[in-house]
């Protein structure tokens, strides 16, 4: 790339020549600037800017436009030459801190996160004595001293384990272009300063987790007065619900907005692990806006443990009188109260159930420690582990029927994304009755036995929008995984075709399917899942190799990917107990 520029002296310009002497047209800087907006790895941008003088300018600001710092409470080692990170100076995570302090790139700095791990040290002797300790004294006042010198900051994530102070509260406040801020409380119960958290006008998205108001009660009432807010995301610690402690008080949050007459204008709302008394606060907050909602183990459903009835059973006899406009619902509680309030909706587009599940290979291997039972989420970058799986009874399996009627009678000719419960096993009726009343349909995610699911595939043709299709198991039953194993293993042999030329069973299952792919004229499927099982679909077809029968089969390109593959696929990526 350094031989494609020209070089700029004194405003002119000389023609670039590559090594052996020919001279090389050299490339306009905006067709430069475009080769380097479609740049998206750190490592290819850091390259390109050591390269030369006109690319290190023209890329720095985009290098630094996104920084994340990872912090660990250990020593990691390089698996090239076994040496430590940082071996003759700090852990990486200080050396971003102090490029971002001492130099001047934090002038390009848009969006700023740390997350990961950070150690203590001597924190029970300072609890006691009423200290902080001083290495978090530090941490907050480096960060403090990076987030000053960030004039163009729009967005913050604190998501280390241990907490934030005043000090950097307070220099986000002073950042004027701030719109974006998550902040995850530490999950320990250790005394540390609190404060009244100052206001932030410009905020537009806000993201709070881990709530737990007896042990660090910030005030952040303020926070929600933003004028600006849209998109409000409340995680409140799981052990609140767990020890049926009602600490939590929603007109402590909300209460200044009503003594103001004010309401939120939010386009989406979000609600995890949420414990408290029906006060009707939100429903006299909301205007009639939102038109997202997403619930996870914030109400009661069936399934649910007795004693918590006496708590939320006022939510469930309190619905609200008017519905929001709402396009999209996600949520993992199942109830005839929700029922009615999905039939009084119109317009839903969205509608995700979803459920934590056991990794299949970690149940193979029998792990069954308390850290991961049915906490195995499918998508891979859940953040809130300890968030309890909702088991399922019969009561929810049998309203099964009735939420696929009211689905189909209310919401057929609107809904785009689908993803029901996988203990709901549905019939060939059943989906006949799902593709005729849903034609739009972009993703689907149900609960089929295999016999099924080969009648699902002669109808996709009846779905031209369906973009990614998902087969689900039932819950710690790996049936489907393993018998479509066991049927391609049968074809395999019965069609003699020879391993080594396919590279056995995992090619030979994209073999079959891309050649069903193509006889049955999946047009924008591009997604599949059977079980544990993800195929891509391409629309490039292969060419045709004749078999040993002497029969040609055409088929398209069809590759298997893990789960990694389809995180931003929502029917895979929302399938996890997380806001």
Same mark, same amino acid.
């Given at each position: 790339?350094?031989?494609?520029?020209?070089?700029?002296?004194?405003?002119?310009?000389?023609?670039?020549?590559?090594?052996?002497?020919?001279?090389?047209?050299?490339?306009?800087?905006?067709?430069?600037?475009?080769?380097?907006?479609?740049?998206?790895?750190?490592?290819?941008?850091?390259?390109?800017?050591?390269?030369?003088?006109?690319?290190?300018?023209?890329?720095?600001?985009?290098?630094?436009?996104?920084?994340?710092?990872?912090?660990?409470?250990?020593?990691?080692?390089?698996?090239?030459?076994?040496?430590?990170?940082?071996?003759?100076?700090?852990?990486?995570?200080?050396?971003?801190?102090?490029?971002?302090?001492?130099?001047?790139?934090?002038?390009?700095?848009?969006?700023?996160?740390?997350?990961?791990?950070?150690?203590?040290?001597?924190?029970?002797?300072?609890?006691?004595?009423?200290?902080?300790?001083?290495?978090?004294?530090?941490?907050?006042?480096?960060?403090?001293?990076?987030?000053?010198?960030?004039?163009?900051?729009?967005?913050?994530?604190?998501?280390?384990?241990?907490?934030?102070?005043?000090?950097?509260?307070?220099?986000?406040?002073?950042?004027?272009?701030?719109?974006?801020?998550?902040?995850?409380?530490?999950?320990?119960?250790?005394?540390?300063?609190?404060?009244?958290?100052?206001?932030?006008?410009?905020?537009?998205?806000?993201?709070?987790?881990?709530?737990?108001?007896?042990?660090?009660?910030?005030?952040?009432?303020?926070?929600?007065?933003?004028?600006?807010?849209?998109?409000?995301?409340?995680?409140?610690?799981?052990?609140?619900?767990?020890?049926?402690?009602?600490?939590?008080?929603?007109?402590?949050?909300?209460?200044?907005?009503?003594?103001?007459?004010?309401?939120?204008?939010?386009?989406?709302?979000?609600?995890?692990?949420?414990?408290?008394?029906?006060?009707? @606060?939100?429903?006299?907050?909301?205007? #009639? =806006?939102?038109?997202?909602? +997403? &619930?996870?183990?914030?109400? /009661?459903?069936? *399934? $649910?443990?007795?004693?918590? @009835?006496?708590?939320?059973?006022?939510? #469930? =006899?309190?619905?609200?009188? +008017? &519905?929001?406009?709402?396009? /999209?619902?996600? *949520? $993992?509680?199942?109830?005839?109260?929700?029922?009615?309030?999905?039939?009084?909706?119109?317009?839903?587009?969205?509608?995700?159930?979803?459920?934590?599940?056991?990794?299949?290979?970690?149940?193979?291997?029998?792990?069954?420690?308390?850290?991961?039972?049915?906490?195995?989420?499918?998508?891979?970058?859940?953040?809130?582990?300890?968030?309890?799986?909702?088991?399922?009874?019969?009561?929810?399996?049998?309203?099964?029927?009735?939420?696929?009627?009211?689905?189909?009678?209310?919401?057929?000719?609107?809904?785009?994304?689908?993803?029901?419960?996988?203990?709901?096993?549905?019939?060939?009726?059943?989906?006949?009755?799902?593709?005729?009343?849903?034609?739009?349909?972009?993703?689907?995610?149900?609960?089929?036995?295999?016999?099924?699911?080969?009648?699902?595939?002669?109808?996709?043709?009846?779905?031209?929008?369906?973009?990614?299709?998902?087969?689900?198991?039932?819950?710690?039953?790996?049936?489907?995984?393993?018998?479509?194993?066991?049927?391609?293993?049968?074809?395999?042999?019965?069609?003699?075709?020879?391993?080594?030329?396919?590279?056995?069973?995992?090619?030979?299952?994209?073999?079959?399917?891309?050649?069903?792919?193509?006889?049955?004229?999946?047009?924008?499927?591009?997604?599949?899942?059977?079980?544990?099982?993800?195929?891509?679909?391409?629309?490039?077809?292969?060419?045709?190799?004749?078999?040993?029968?002497?029969?040609?089969?055409?088929?398209?390109?069809?590759?298997?990917?893990?789960?990694?593959?389809?995180?931003?696929?929502?029917?895979?990526?929302?399938?996890?107990?997380?806001?």
């Amino acid at each position: 790339m350094p031989h494609m520029v020209r070089k700029i002296t004194n405003g002119a310009t000389d023609t670039a020549s590559n090594d052996t002497g020919a001279n090389i047209a050299p490339l306009p800087l905006n067709i430069l600037a475009l080769i380097i907006s479609h740049l998206d790895s750190a490592a290819d941008l850091a390259r390109t800017c050591r390269t030369c003088r006109v690319l290190h300018y023209m890329t720095l600001s985009i290098l630094y436009s996104n920084v994340t710092l990872h912090s660990y409470d250990y020593i990691r080692y390089s698996p090239i030459d076994g040496k430590p990170e940082g071996c003759g100076g700090p852990s990486p995570f200080f050396m971003g801190l102090n490029a971002l302090v001492t130099r001047n790139t934090a002038v390009y700095v848009k969006s700023f996160k740390v997350h990961g791990s950070w150690k203590e040290y001597d924190l029970e002797e300072c609890a006691k004595v009423g200290r902080v300790p001083d290495g978090l004294i530090m941490i907050n006042t480096l960060i403090r001293a990076a987030i000053d010198r960030m004039p163009a900051l729009e967005s913050f994530s604190w998501e280390l384990k241990t907490k934030m102070l005043p000090t950097v509260w307070l220099g986000l406040a002073q950042r004027p272009r701030l719109q974006a801020l998550t902040v995850k409380f530490p999950s320990s119960r250790v005394p540390k300063p609190t404060m009244t958290v100052p206001p932030m006008p410009q905020l537009n998205w806000l993201k709070i987790t881990d709530i737990d108001p007896l042990c660090y009660p910030d005030d952040i009432s303020s926070l929600l007065e933003s004028k600006e807010l849209r998109h409000l995301k409340l995680h409140w610690s799981p052990r609140m619900r767990e020890a049926r402690e009602t600490s939590v008080v929603l007109y402590s949050y909300f209460g200044r907005l009503l003594a103001k007459g004010n309401k939120l204008a939010l386009k989406s709302l979000a609600f995890q692990n949420l414990y408290t008394q029906h006060d009707h @606060v939100i429903h006299n907050l909301l205007e #009639k =806006t939102v038109e997202q909602l +997403e &619930m996870i183990n914030s109400s /009661v459903g069936a *399934g $649910d443990s007795g004693d918590m @009835v006496f708590v939320d059973y006022g939510w #469930k =006899t309190s619905p609200p009188k +008017e &519905m929001p406009p709402l396009k /999209v619902i996600r *949520g $993992d509680k199942l109830s005839r109260s929700h029922l009615e309030l999905l039939g009084r909706l119109d317009g839903l587009e969205k509608y995700y159930l979803v459920t934590g599940r056991k990794s299949r290979t970690k149940q193979l291997n029998g792990d069954t420690t308390p850290n991961t039972l049915a906490l195995e989420q499918s998508s891979p970058d859940c953040q809130f582990p300890m968030t309890p799986v909702t088991p399922v009874d019969t009561t929810a399996v049998s309203l099964g029927s009735d939420y696929l009627e009211t689905i189909c009678r209310v919401h057929g000719s609107t809904l785009c994304h689908l993803l029901l419960m996988p203990q709901w096993r549905l019939s060939g009726k059943d989906l006949s009755r799902l593709v005729q009343s849903c034609p739009n349909l972009e993703q689907l995610g149900l609960g089929l036995d295999m016999e099924n699911f080969n009648i699902l595939r002669l109808m996709i043709p009846f779905l031209p929008r369906l973009y990614a299709l998902r087969a689900l198991e039932k819950p710690d039953d790996w049936s489907m995984s393993e018998r479509l194993d066991m049927v391609c293993a049968e074809e395999l042999v019965w069609f003699k075709y020879d391993p080594a030329l396919v590279f056995g069973l995992r090619a030979f299952q994209e073999v079959r399917l891309g050649q069903q792919a193509r006889e049955w004229h999946w047009k924008q499927l591009r997604w599949i899942g059977v079980g544990e099982h993800i195929f891509e679909v391409f629309k490039d077809e292969i060419p045709p190799e004749p078999s040993e029968d002497g029969v040609i089969r055409y088929r398209r390109r069809v590759k298997r990917h893990s789960n990694e593959a389809v995180k931003d696929v929502e029917i895979w990526g929302l399938d996890c107990l997380e806001i």
